[in-house]
């Protein structure tokens, strides 16, 4: 009995590694600047996102759909392709005031924000 409980065990394990190997366990975490599909319930979809002038500010901003996985944080990375020029409380205050003071850990998945994009210095 104690084989069979260790071979099912195994048999589980490995399948699980498989189908991890073969497509993956982790959501899709990336961004990008140009329309792409998404597949929703009624077919497919494009998403675009685009970037906005801020007449206010010297900065610039970009529309993104928020999907699983996603933070505030690892948006802004991936639209500055790597490390942000600024630090994360400035960016916490900039989404903010971009997004009618609504807090970062608020967002919602399937919902557009505008995520603040920085110059490199």
Do not use: W
């Amino acid at each position: 009995m104690k084989r069979l409980f260790i071979c099912i065990a195994l048999f589980i394990v490995l399948a699980g590694v498989v189908a991890d190997l073969r497509t993956g366990s982790l959501p899709d975490q990336s961004v990008k600047n140009s329309t792409r599909p998404v597949q929703t319930s009624s077919g497919q979809k494009a998403i675009e996102t685009e970037v906005v002038e801020e007449t206010t500010t010297e900065e610039t901003s970009q529309e993104v759909i928020v999907e699983p996985g996603h933070t505030v944080l690892s948006v802004i990375e991936h639209l500055h392709q790597g490390p942000v020029p600024v630090s994360i409380q400035q960016i916490i205050d900039d989404f903010k005031e971009l997004n009618g003071s609504l807090e970062p850990d608020e967002i919602q998945i399937g919902k557009t924000y505008l995520f603040p994009i920085y110059e490199k210095e």
